[in-house]
Protein backbone atom coordinates (compact mmCIF):
# COMPACT_ATOMS: atom_id res chain seq x y z
CA UNK A 1 0.00 0.00 0.00
CA UNK A 2 3.43 2.53 0.38
CA UNK A 3 2.97 2.42 -3.62
CA UNK A 4 -0.70 3.72 -3.62
CA UNK A 5 -0.12 6.11 -1.13
CA UNK A 6 3.08 7.53 -3.16
CA UNK A 7 1.15 7.81 -6.05
CA UNK A 8 -2.29 9.56 -4.67
CA UNK A 9 0.01 11.99 -2.42
CA UNK A 10 1.91 12.84 -5.66
CA UNK A 11 -0.89 13.98 -7.62
CA UNK A 12 -3.07 15.65 -5.30
CA UNK A 13 -0.46 17.55 -3.58
CA UNK A 14 1.04 18.76 -7.14
CA UNK A 15 -2.66 18.53 -8.36
CA UNK A 16 -3.71 21.17 -5.33
CA UNK A 17 -0.93 23.36 -5.46
CA UNK A 18 -0.48 24.27 -8.84
CA UNK A 19 -3.95 24.28 -9.04
CA UNK A 20 -4.25 27.20 -6.56
CA UNK A 21 -0.93 28.72 -8.41
CA UNK A 22 -2.70 28.92 -11.60
CA UNK A 23 -6.60 30.06 -10.38
CA UNK A 24 -4.64 33.13 -8.83
CA UNK A 25 -3.31 33.84 -12.15
CA UNK A 26 -6.40 33.44 -14.30
CA UNK A 27 -7.44 36.67 -15.58
CA UNK A 28 -10.54 35.57 -17.47
CA UNK A 29 -12.62 32.91 -18.03
CA UNK A 30 -11.47 32.34 -21.55
CA UNK A 31 -7.88 31.83 -19.60
CA UNK A 32 -8.80 28.75 -18.71
CA UNK A 33 -8.95 27.06 -21.84
CA UNK A 34 -6.10 29.07 -23.41
CA UNK A 35 -4.08 30.18 -20.89
CA UNK A 36 -3.71 33.62 -23.13
CA UNK A 37 -0.71 33.38 -25.03
CA UNK A 38 1.37 33.37 -21.60
CA UNK A 39 4.03 30.17 -22.08
CA UNK A 40 7.57 29.21 -23.09
CA UNK A 41 8.62 27.25 -25.16
CA UNK A 42 9.39 24.72 -22.38
CA UNK A 43 5.77 24.71 -20.98
CA UNK A 44 4.76 24.38 -24.54
CA UNK A 45 7.29 21.46 -24.82
CA UNK A 46 6.41 19.82 -22.21
CA UNK A 47 2.20 20.09 -22.50
CA UNK A 48 2.65 19.26 -26.09
CA UNK A 49 4.87 16.45 -25.72
CA UNK A 50 2.65 14.94 -22.78
CA UNK A 51 -0.70 14.94 -24.58
CA UNK A 52 -0.25 12.23 -27.04
CA UNK A 53 2.13 10.49 -24.91
CA UNK A 54 -0.58 8.49 -22.86
CA UNK A 55 -1.66 4.43 -23.07
CA UNK A 56 -0.25 3.84 -26.76
CA UNK A 57 3.36 4.95 -25.64
CA UNK A 58 2.83 2.61 -22.44
CA UNK A 59 0.47 0.26 -21.78
CA UNK A 60 -0.41 -0.89 -25.11
CA UNK A 61 3.51 -1.39 -25.81
CA UNK A 62 3.60 -3.62 -22.47
CA UNK A 63 0.97 -5.77 -24.01
CA UNK A 64 2.22 -5.41 -27.75
CA UNK A 65 6.05 -6.86 -26.95
CA UNK A 66 5.42 -10.10 -25.37
CA UNK A 67 4.47 -10.93 -29.32
CA UNK A 68 6.63 -8.83 -30.91
CA UNK A 69 9.52 -8.12 -28.79
CA UNK A 70 11.11 -5.07 -28.50
CA UNK A 71 10.69 -3.82 -32.05
CA UNK A 72 7.50 -2.47 -30.71
CA UNK A 73 9.81 0.35 -29.58
CA UNK A 74 9.13 1.73 -33.13
CA UNK A 75 5.59 3.17 -32.01
CA UNK A 76 7.29 6.09 -29.44
CA UNK A 77 10.60 6.24 -31.84
CA UNK A 78 8.42 7.20 -35.05
CA UNK A 79 6.17 9.40 -32.66
CA UNK A 80 8.69 11.59 -31.22
CA UNK A 81 11.03 11.39 -34.51
CA UNK A 82 7.84 12.23 -37.04
CA UNK A 83 4.85 13.58 -35.43
CA UNK A 84 6.16 15.73 -32.76
CA UNK A 85 8.33 17.84 -34.90
CA UNK A 86 5.79 17.86 -37.48
CA UNK A 87 3.81 19.24 -35.60
CA UNK A 88 5.87 21.82 -34.24
CA UNK A 89 7.30 23.17 -37.01
CA UNK A 90 4.19 23.22 -39.14
CA UNK A 91 1.00 21.93 -37.53
CA UNK A 92 0.99 24.34 -34.96
CA UNK A 93 2.40 27.43 -36.01
CA UNK A 94 -0.44 27.07 -39.16
CA UNK A 95 -3.43 26.68 -36.31
CA UNK A 96 -1.31 29.97 -34.31
CA UNK A 97 -1.40 31.56 -37.62
CA UNK A 98 -5.47 31.44 -37.85
CA UNK A 99 -6.53 33.35 -34.69
CA UNK A 100 -8.80 31.26 -33.47
CA UNK A 101 -9.76 29.21 -30.35
CA UNK A 102 -10.77 25.71 -31.04
CA UNK A 103 -10.31 23.03 -33.84
CA UNK A 104 -14.10 23.32 -35.30
CA UNK A 105 -13.31 26.83 -35.16
CA UNK A 106 -10.14 26.84 -37.88
CA UNK A 107 -12.44 24.09 -39.81
CA UNK A 108 -14.99 26.79 -39.93
CA UNK A 109 -12.85 29.60 -40.67
CA UNK A 110 -11.59 27.25 -43.69
CA UNK A 111 -14.89 25.30 -44.91
CA UNK A 112 -17.95 27.28 -43.42
CA UNK A 113 -19.74 27.50 -40.48
CA UNK A 114 -21.97 24.99 -40.64
CA UNK A 115 -18.97 22.16 -41.17
CA UNK A 116 -19.01 23.43 -37.11
CA UNK A 117 -21.52 21.02 -37.03
CA UNK A 118 -19.77 17.84 -37.99
CA UNK A 119 -16.32 18.66 -36.20
CA UNK A 120 -18.42 19.54 -32.57
CA UNK A 121 -20.60 16.56 -32.67
CA UNK A 122 -18.36 13.62 -34.07
CA UNK A 123 -14.89 14.94 -32.63
CA UNK A 124 -16.00 15.18 -29.07
CA UNK A 125 -17.20 11.65 -29.14
CA UNK A 126 -14.03 10.14 -30.24
CA UNK A 127 -11.80 12.46 -27.77
CA UNK A 128 -14.01 11.21 -25.45
CA UNK A 129 -13.49 6.90 -26.19
CA UNK A 130 -9.87 8.00 -26.41
CA UNK A 131 -10.57 9.57 -22.94
CA UNK A 132 -12.31 6.00 -21.80
CA UNK A 133 -9.33 4.14 -22.85
CA UNK A 134 -6.91 6.15 -21.03
CA UNK A 135 -9.44 6.13 -17.41
CA UNK A 136 -9.51 2.34 -18.21
CA UNK A 137 -5.53 2.08 -18.09
CA UNK A 138 -5.49 4.61 -14.84
CA UNK A 139 -7.93 2.26 -13.04
CA UNK A 140 -5.61 -0.66 -13.84
CA UNK A 141 -2.21 0.94 -12.44
CA UNK A 142 -4.08 1.54 -9.46
CA UNK A 143 -5.68 -2.07 -9.28
CA UNK A 144 -2.03 -3.08 -9.42
CA UNK A 145 -0.64 -0.33 -6.92
CA UNK A 146 -2.78 -1.64 -4.36
CA UNK A 147 -1.80 -5.48 -4.72
CA UNK A 148 -5.65 -6.06 -6.15
CA UNK A 149 -7.15 -5.30 -2.64
CA UNK A 150 -9.10 -2.29 -3.98
CA UNK A 151 -11.78 -3.54 -5.88
CA UNK A 152 -11.37 -2.24 -9.55
CA UNK A 153 -14.91 -1.17 -9.92
CA UNK A 154 -16.33 0.65 -9.21
CA UNK A 155 -13.48 1.97 -6.57
CA UNK A 156 -10.34 2.19 -8.70
CA UNK A 157 -12.53 3.31 -12.01
CA UNK A 158 -13.92 6.75 -9.79
CA UNK A 159 -10.18 7.35 -7.95
CA UNK A 160 -8.92 7.21 -11.88
CA UNK A 161 -11.93 9.81 -12.31
CA UNK A 162 -11.17 12.20 -9.24
CA UNK A 163 -7.41 12.03 -10.36
CA UNK A 164 -8.43 13.40 -14.25
CA UNK A 165 -10.27 16.31 -12.43
CA UNK A 166 -7.60 17.25 -10.28
CA UNK A 167 -5.06 17.54 -13.09
CA UNK A 168 -7.05 20.43 -14.67
CA UNK A 169 -10.53 21.65 -12.71
CA UNK A 170 -9.01 24.93 -10.75
CA UNK A 171 -6.50 26.09 -13.30
CA UNK A 172 -7.40 24.72 -16.61
CA UNK A 173 -4.94 24.57 -19.07
CA UNK A 174 -2.59 26.89 -17.43
CA UNK A 175 -2.81 24.52 -14.19
CA UNK A 176 -2.30 21.20 -16.50
CA UNK A 177 1.00 23.23 -18.15
CA UNK A 178 2.61 23.08 -14.73
CA UNK A 179 1.57 20.04 -14.55
CA UNK A 180 2.96 18.66 -17.39
CA UNK A 181 6.47 20.33 -16.68
CA UNK A 182 6.84 18.19 -13.85
CA UNK A 183 5.61 15.22 -15.01
CA UNK A 184 7.74 15.30 -17.74
CA UNK A 185 10.77 14.72 -15.68
CA UNK A 186 9.22 11.96 -13.55
CA UNK A 187 8.10 10.07 -16.33
CA UNK A 188 11.38 9.61 -18.06
CA UNK A 189 13.29 10.11 -14.53
CA UNK A 190 11.27 7.45 -12.94
CA UNK A 191 10.67 4.90 -15.98
CA UNK A 192 14.73 4.76 -16.41
CA UNK A 193 14.92 4.53 -12.52
CA UNK A 194 13.27 1.40 -12.80
CA UNK A 195 15.60 0.18 -15.59
CA UNK A 196 18.78 0.94 -13.48
CA UNK A 197 17.34 -0.59 -10.48
CA UNK A 198 15.99 -4.17 -12.04
CA UNK A 199 19.75 -4.19 -14.48
CA UNK A 200 21.12 -4.18 -11.08
CA UNK A 201 18.79 -6.59 -9.94
CA UNK A 202 19.78 -9.52 -12.81
CA UNK A 203 22.24 -11.35 -11.76
CA UNK A 204 24.13 -10.85 -15.15
CA UNK A 205 22.31 -7.71 -16.15
CA UNK A 206 20.41 -7.46 -19.56
CA UNK A 207 23.03 -9.49 -21.14
CA UNK A 208 20.89 -12.30 -19.38
CA UNK A 209 17.82 -11.65 -21.31
CA UNK A 210 19.40 -11.85 -24.47
CA UNK A 211 21.26 -15.02 -23.94
CA UNK A 212 17.94 -16.57 -23.01
CA UNK A 213 15.95 -15.21 -25.89
CA UNK A 214 18.86 -16.82 -27.43
CA UNK A 215 18.95 -19.64 -25.89
CA UNK A 216 14.94 -20.59 -26.71
CA UNK A 217 15.56 -19.87 -30.43
CA UNK A 218 13.67 -16.06 -29.79
CA UNK A 219 17.24 -13.95 -30.33
CA UNK A 220 14.53 -11.60 -32.60
CA UNK A 221 12.76 -10.48 -29.57
CA UNK A 222 15.80 -8.21 -28.29
CA UNK A 223 16.17 -6.88 -31.98
CA UNK A 224 14.93 -3.64 -32.98
CA UNK A 225 15.17 -4.05 -36.38
CA UNK A 226 12.53 -7.16 -36.67
CA UNK A 227 10.83 -5.61 -39.47
CA UNK A 228 7.94 -8.14 -39.50
CA UNK A 229 5.02 -7.77 -41.30
CA UNK A 230 3.10 -7.56 -38.00
CA UNK A 231 5.49 -5.11 -36.76
CA UNK A 232 5.61 -3.00 -40.21
CA UNK A 233 1.56 -3.03 -40.43
CA UNK A 234 0.68 -3.34 -36.96
CA UNK A 235 3.18 -0.65 -35.58
CA UNK A 236 5.40 1.57 -37.58
CA UNK A 237 2.34 2.57 -40.46
CA UNK A 238 -0.60 3.28 -38.07
CA UNK A 239 1.98 4.89 -35.48
CA UNK A 240 2.85 7.57 -38.19
CA UNK A 241 -0.75 7.50 -40.38
CA UNK A 242 -3.03 7.74 -37.11
CA UNK A 243 -0.99 10.86 -35.19
CA UNK A 244 0.18 12.72 -38.33
CA UNK A 245 -3.38 12.23 -39.72
CA UNK A 246 -5.76 11.87 -36.75
CA UNK A 247 -4.21 13.05 -33.67
CA UNK A 248 -3.50 15.91 -35.27
CA UNK A 249 -7.36 16.84 -35.33
CA UNK A 250 -7.36 16.74 -31.62
CA UNK A 251 -8.12 19.93 -29.94
CA UNK A 252 -6.35 18.55 -26.90
CA UNK A 253 -2.72 19.01 -28.90
CA UNK A 254 -3.66 22.83 -29.71
CA UNK A 255 -4.83 23.89 -26.48
CA UNK A 256 -0.84 24.27 -25.57
CA UNK A 257 -0.19 26.14 -29.16
CA UNK A 258 -3.33 28.22 -27.93
CA UNK A 259 -1.27 29.15 -25.38
CA UNK A 260 2.36 29.58 -26.36
CA UNK A 261 3.35 33.28 -26.46
CA UNK A 262 4.01 33.28 -29.92
CA UNK A 263 5.11 30.72 -33.15
CA UNK A 264 8.72 30.50 -31.91
CA UNK A 265 7.93 29.49 -28.54
CA UNK A 266 5.92 26.69 -30.75
CA UNK A 267 8.71 25.75 -32.87
CA UNK A 268 11.56 25.78 -29.91
CA UNK A 269 10.86 22.46 -28.40
CA UNK A 270 10.59 20.54 -31.70
CA UNK A 271 13.44 18.67 -30.97
CA UNK A 272 13.62 18.26 -27.52
CA UNK A 273 10.24 17.45 -27.29
CA UNK A 274 10.56 14.55 -30.23
CA UNK A 275 13.35 13.04 -27.89
CA UNK A 276 11.33 12.98 -24.74
CA UNK A 277 8.18 11.36 -26.58
CA UNK A 278 10.44 8.49 -27.76
CA UNK A 279 11.92 7.83 -24.80
CA UNK A 280 9.06 7.90 -22.80
CA UNK A 281 8.44 4.46 -24.32
CA UNK A 282 11.72 2.59 -23.61
CA UNK A 283 11.75 1.62 -19.91
CA UNK A 284 7.84 -0.18 -20.45
CA UNK A 285 8.85 -2.28 -23.24
CA UNK A 286 12.51 -3.20 -21.99
CA UNK A 287 10.81 -3.87 -18.45
CA UNK A 288 7.89 -5.98 -20.47
CA UNK A 289 10.82 -7.98 -22.34
CA UNK A 290 12.80 -8.65 -19.28
CA UNK A 291 9.74 -9.75 -17.15
CA UNK A 292 9.14 -12.30 -19.99
CA UNK A 293 12.33 -13.71 -19.57
CA UNK A 294 11.72 -14.49 -16.72
CA UNK A 295 10.08 -18.23 -16.70
CA UNK A 296 8.43 -17.60 -13.55
CA UNK A 297 6.79 -14.49 -14.40
CA UNK A 298 6.22 -15.60 -18.10
CA UNK A 299 4.46 -18.24 -16.88
CA UNK A 300 2.47 -16.87 -14.33
CA UNK A 301 1.10 -14.06 -16.50
CA UNK A 302 0.06 -12.43 -19.34
CA UNK A 303 2.02 -9.64 -21.75
CA UNK A 304 -0.43 -6.91 -20.36
CA UNK A 305 0.49 -7.26 -16.46
CA UNK A 306 3.98 -8.50 -17.19
CA UNK A 307 5.51 -5.30 -15.50
CA UNK A 308 3.75 -4.89 -12.66
CA UNK A 309 4.28 -8.82 -12.07
CA UNK A 310 8.13 -7.52 -12.68
CA UNK A 311 8.00 -4.79 -10.14
CA UNK A 312 6.25 -6.61 -7.30
CA UNK A 313 8.55 -9.13 -7.93
CA UNK A 314 11.79 -7.82 -7.98
CA UNK A 315 11.59 -3.92 -6.79
CA UNK A 316 10.96 -2.54 -3.08
CA UNK A 317 8.07 -0.42 -2.29
CA UNK A 318 8.81 3.36 -3.06
CA UNK A 319 10.40 2.48 -6.59
CA UNK A 320 6.71 0.73 -7.02
CA UNK A 321 5.80 3.57 -6.56
CA UNK A 322 7.36 6.27 -8.37
CA UNK A 323 7.25 3.89 -11.54
CA UNK A 324 3.69 3.82 -11.45
CA UNK A 325 3.66 7.77 -10.99
CA UNK A 326 5.92 7.85 -13.69
CA UNK A 327 3.17 5.83 -15.83
CA UNK A 328 0.29 7.71 -14.60
CA UNK A 329 2.28 10.59 -15.43
CA UNK A 330 1.80 9.29 -19.08
CA UNK A 331 -2.25 8.27 -18.43
CA UNK A 332 -3.03 11.51 -16.78
CA UNK A 333 -1.52 13.68 -19.20
CA UNK A 334 -3.31 12.48 -22.09
CA UNK A 335 -7.25 11.50 -20.74
CA UNK A 336 -6.85 14.86 -18.76
CA UNK A 337 -5.95 17.03 -21.74
CA UNK A 338 -8.55 14.96 -23.88
CA UNK A 339 -11.55 15.82 -21.01
CA UNK A 340 -10.06 19.53 -20.95
CA UNK A 341 -10.14 19.75 -24.59
CA UNK A 342 -14.11 18.20 -24.76
CA UNK A 343 -14.83 20.81 -22.33
CA UNK A 344 -13.59 23.61 -24.03
CA UNK A 345 -14.97 22.83 -27.76
CA UNK A 346 -18.73 21.76 -25.87
CA UNK A 347 -18.37 25.54 -23.66
CA UNK A 348 -17.27 27.35 -26.32
CA UNK A 349 -18.26 25.97 -29.78
CA UNK A 350 -21.87 24.78 -28.74
CA UNK A 351 -23.03 26.34 -25.13
CA UNK A 352 -21.76 29.86 -25.75
CA UNK A 353 -23.48 30.00 -29.40
CA UNK A 354 -26.88 28.91 -27.77
CA UNK A 355 -27.04 31.39 -24.43
CA UNK A 356 -25.04 34.60 -26.57
CA UNK A 357 -25.44 37.55 -24.62
CA UNK A 358 -26.69 35.61 -21.99
CA UNK A 359 -23.49 34.57 -20.51
CA UNK A 360 -21.09 36.25 -18.66
CA UNK A 361 -17.61 36.19 -17.35
CA UNK A 362 -18.52 34.59 -13.99
CA UNK A 363 -21.10 31.73 -15.75
CA UNK A 364 -18.16 30.98 -18.31
CA UNK A 365 -16.02 29.79 -15.99
CA UNK A 366 -18.91 28.39 -13.66
CA UNK A 367 -19.54 26.24 -16.94
CA UNK A 368 -16.53 25.64 -17.91
CA UNK A 369 -15.44 23.98 -14.55
CA UNK A 370 -18.62 22.16 -14.97
CA UNK A 371 -18.10 20.98 -18.15
CA UNK A 372 -14.77 19.49 -16.85
CA UNK A 373 -16.99 17.16 -14.37
CA UNK A 374 -19.44 16.37 -16.60
CA UNK A 375 -16.95 14.75 -19.30
CA UNK A 376 -14.56 13.01 -16.38
CA UNK A 377 -17.65 11.66 -15.42
CA UNK A 378 -18.86 10.66 -18.72
CA UNK A 379 -15.42 8.71 -19.61
CA UNK A 380 -15.66 6.81 -16.40
CA UNK A 381 -19.15 5.46 -16.79
CA UNK A 382 -18.19 2.98 -19.34
CA UNK A 383 -15.19 1.95 -17.45
CA UNK A 384 -17.62 0.60 -14.73
CA UNK A 385 -18.28 -2.19 -16.69
CA UNK A 386 -15.70 -2.43 -19.69
CA UNK A 387 -12.13 -3.40 -19.09
CA UNK A 388 -11.23 -3.63 -22.97
CA UNK A 389 -11.56 -1.26 -25.75
CA UNK A 390 -9.34 -2.17 -28.51
CA UNK A 391 -11.41 -1.87 -31.54
CA UNK A 392 -13.59 0.76 -29.92
CA UNK A 393 -9.95 2.72 -30.15
CA UNK A 394 -9.41 3.07 -33.39
CA UNK A 395 -12.88 3.57 -34.64
CA UNK A 396 -12.56 6.37 -32.45
CA UNK A 397 -9.79 7.91 -34.00
CA UNK A 398 -10.78 6.89 -37.84
CA UNK A 399 -13.87 9.40 -36.47
CA UNK A 400 -11.39 12.27 -36.71
CA UNK A 401 -8.94 11.12 -38.95
CA UNK A 402 -11.04 12.32 -42.09
CA UNK A 403 -11.43 15.97 -40.50
CA UNK A 404 -7.77 16.20 -40.20
CA UNK A 405 -7.39 15.33 -44.15
CA UNK A 406 -10.19 18.17 -45.23
CA UNK A 407 -8.54 20.73 -42.97
CA UNK A 408 -4.69 20.25 -44.18
CA UNK A 409 -5.89 20.06 -47.56
CA UNK A 410 -7.88 23.05 -47.56
CA UNK A 411 -4.86 24.59 -45.35
CA UNK A 412 -2.16 23.92 -48.08
CA UNK A 413 -4.19 23.46 -51.62
CA UNK A 414 -7.62 24.32 -52.63
CA UNK A 415 -10.66 24.81 -50.74
CA UNK A 416 -14.09 23.34 -51.61
CA UNK A 417 -16.79 23.42 -49.28
CA UNK A 418 -18.45 20.69 -51.23
CA UNK A 419 -15.84 18.43 -51.69
CA UNK A 420 -15.24 18.70 -47.61
CA UNK A 421 -18.63 17.31 -47.35
CA UNK A 422 -18.64 14.58 -49.46
CA UNK A 423 -15.15 13.41 -47.88
CA UNK A 424 -16.74 13.61 -44.16
CA UNK A 425 -19.87 11.94 -45.37
CA UNK A 426 -18.56 8.97 -46.85
CA UNK A 427 -15.18 8.44 -44.38
CA UNK A 428 -17.83 8.04 -41.73
CA UNK A 429 -19.83 5.40 -43.53
CA UNK A 430 -16.47 3.49 -44.65
CA UNK A 431 -15.68 3.96 -40.41
CA UNK A 432 -18.89 2.15 -39.66
CA UNK A 433 -18.82 -0.35 -42.13
CA UNK A 434 -15.12 -1.74 -41.40
CA UNK A 435 -15.39 -1.38 -37.72
CA UNK A 436 -19.12 -2.91 -36.79
CA UNK A 437 -18.90 -5.37 -40.12
CA UNK A 438 -15.61 -5.35 -41.61
CA UNK A 439 -15.88 -7.99 -45.02
CA UNK A 440 -14.26 -10.96 -44.94
CA UNK A 441 -12.44 -10.90 -47.76
CA UNK A 442 -10.08 -7.93 -45.75
CA UNK A 443 -6.53 -9.13 -45.52
CA UNK A 444 -6.01 -9.69 -41.17
CA UNK A 445 -3.54 -7.19 -41.24
CA UNK A 446 -5.84 -4.56 -42.85
CA UNK A 447 -8.74 -4.77 -40.64
CA UNK A 448 -8.02 -1.60 -38.43
CA UNK A 449 -10.57 0.62 -39.96
CA UNK A 450 -8.07 4.11 -39.85
CA UNK A 451 -6.60 1.72 -43.41
CA UNK A 452 -9.74 2.30 -45.51
CA UNK A 453 -11.02 5.46 -43.83
CA UNK A 454 -7.53 6.98 -44.61
CA UNK A 455 -7.51 5.46 -47.75
CA UNK A 456 -11.14 7.05 -48.62
CA UNK A 457 -10.61 10.20 -47.14
CA UNK A 458 -7.20 11.35 -48.78
CA UNK A 459 -8.20 9.33 -52.20
CA UNK A 460 -11.54 11.24 -52.57
CA UNK A 461 -9.71 14.54 -51.02
CA UNK A 462 -7.32 14.53 -54.32
CA UNK A 463 -10.14 13.13 -56.75
CA UNK A 464 -12.52 15.88 -55.62
CA UNK A 465 -10.31 18.64 -55.12
CA UNK A 466 -8.82 17.61 -58.69
CA UNK A 467 -12.25 17.52 -60.94
CA UNK A 468 -13.82 20.27 -58.34
CA UNK A 469 -13.11 24.53 -58.58
CA UNK A 470 -12.26 25.87 -55.20
CA UNK A 471 -10.32 29.16 -53.66
CA UNK A 472 -7.10 29.03 -52.72
CA UNK A 473 -5.11 26.82 -49.99
CA UNK A 474 -5.68 28.82 -46.54
CA UNK A 475 -1.95 29.47 -46.27
CA UNK A 476 -1.63 31.51 -49.61
CA UNK A 477 -4.89 33.21 -48.79
CA UNK A 478 -3.39 34.05 -45.59
CA UNK A 479 0.02 34.67 -46.60
CA UNK A 480 -1.65 37.27 -49.43
CA UNK A 481 -3.68 39.16 -46.92
CA UNK A 482 -0.10 39.99 -44.91
CA UNK A 483 1.55 41.27 -47.68
CA UNK A 484 -1.48 43.12 -48.57
CA UNK A 485 -1.49 44.51 -44.98
CA UNK A 486 2.60 45.46 -45.14
CA UNK A 487 1.80 47.17 -48.51
CA UNK A 488 -0.89 49.04 -46.78
CA UNK A 489 1.58 50.21 -43.75
CA UNK A 490 4.09 50.96 -46.40
CA UNK A 491 2.01 53.37 -48.09
CA UNK B 1 -17.39 -7.47 -32.31
CA UNK B 2 -18.03 -8.64 -28.52
CA UNK B 3 -21.11 -7.30 -26.90
CA UNK B 4 -19.48 -4.80 -24.33
CA UNK B 5 -18.09 -3.45 -27.53
CA UNK B 6 -21.40 -2.69 -28.88
CA UNK B 7 -22.77 -0.92 -25.54
CA UNK B 8 -20.06 1.44 -25.66
CA UNK B 9 -20.05 2.18 -29.59
CA UNK B 10 -24.11 2.82 -28.52
CA UNK B 11 -23.33 5.24 -26.27
CA UNK B 12 -20.98 7.23 -28.48
CA UNK B 13 -23.21 7.03 -31.23
CA UNK B 14 -25.87 8.59 -28.38
CA UNK B 15 -23.15 11.28 -27.61
CA UNK B 16 -22.53 12.47 -30.95
CA UNK B 17 -26.52 12.73 -31.82
CA UNK B 18 -26.65 14.76 -28.81
CA UNK B 19 -24.22 17.09 -29.39
CA UNK B 20 -24.79 16.83 -33.33
CA UNK B 21 -28.63 18.58 -32.27
CA UNK B 22 -27.13 20.81 -29.66
CA UNK B 23 -24.56 22.03 -32.39
CA UNK B 24 -27.29 22.44 -35.10
CA UNK B 25 -29.25 24.65 -32.73
CA UNK B 26 -26.05 26.83 -31.92
CA UNK B 27 -25.41 27.35 -35.79
CA UNK B 28 -29.06 28.06 -36.11
CA UNK B 29 -29.22 30.61 -33.36
CA UNK B 30 -25.76 32.16 -34.09
CA UNK B 31 -27.37 32.56 -37.78
CA UNK B 32 -30.58 34.09 -36.56
CA UNK B 33 -28.61 36.66 -34.41
CA UNK B 34 -26.20 37.88 -37.78
CA UNK B 35 -23.12 36.54 -35.75
CA UNK B 36 -22.58 34.34 -38.77
CA UNK B 37 -23.80 34.00 -42.78
CA UNK B 38 -25.58 30.70 -43.33
Request: with cysteine; net charge positive.
Given at each position: ???????????????I????????????????F?????????AV???????????G??T??????A????SV???????G?????V?????G????KL?????????????GP?I??????L??????????????????V???L????????????????L?????I????M?????MN???A?????G???G?I???Q??????????????????????????????????????????????????H????????A??????????L??G??N??????????????M??????S?????L?VA??A???????????????????????????????????????I????G?K?????????S??M???????A?L????V????A??????????PI?????L??????????????L????????W??F????W??????L????????SF?????L??I?P??????????????M???E??? | ???VDI???????????V??I????A????????????
Amino acid sequence: MVAILIAVFYFLFFGILFGMQSQKKLTGSKDFFTASNRLGWLAVMCSFTLAPLGGGHTTSLIEQQAAMGVSVLWWGILAGGVYVPVFLLWFGPWFKKLKVDTFPQALGKIFGPKIKIVNTSLAPAGWLGIAMSETLGISTVIYCLGGGKIPYSPHCVLLAGLLNIIYILLGGMLQASYMNLINAAVLILGGFLGVIYIGQWLPGGYADVSTYYASIGEAWRTNLFHFSPEVVFGVMIPVVLLHVFSVSSEHAMYQPMLAAKDEDSIRKGALLGGIINSLAAFPWVILGVTAMSIPSIASSTTGRLSVAELALHAMPQWLIGILMVALLCALLSTSSGMILAIAHVVTDDIIKPILGDKMNEASHMRLSRWMVVIAAAAACLPALKVTLMMALFFWCFSLSLPIFVCYFLGMIWKVNRRAAWINLILSLIVNFWWTFACPSWCPPIFRLSFYPVFAVSFGLGIILNLIMPGEKGMLRRLKENKYMLQGEVTL
Amino acid sequence: MAVVDIIVAAYLVGIIVVLGILSTIAYKKQVERGEITE
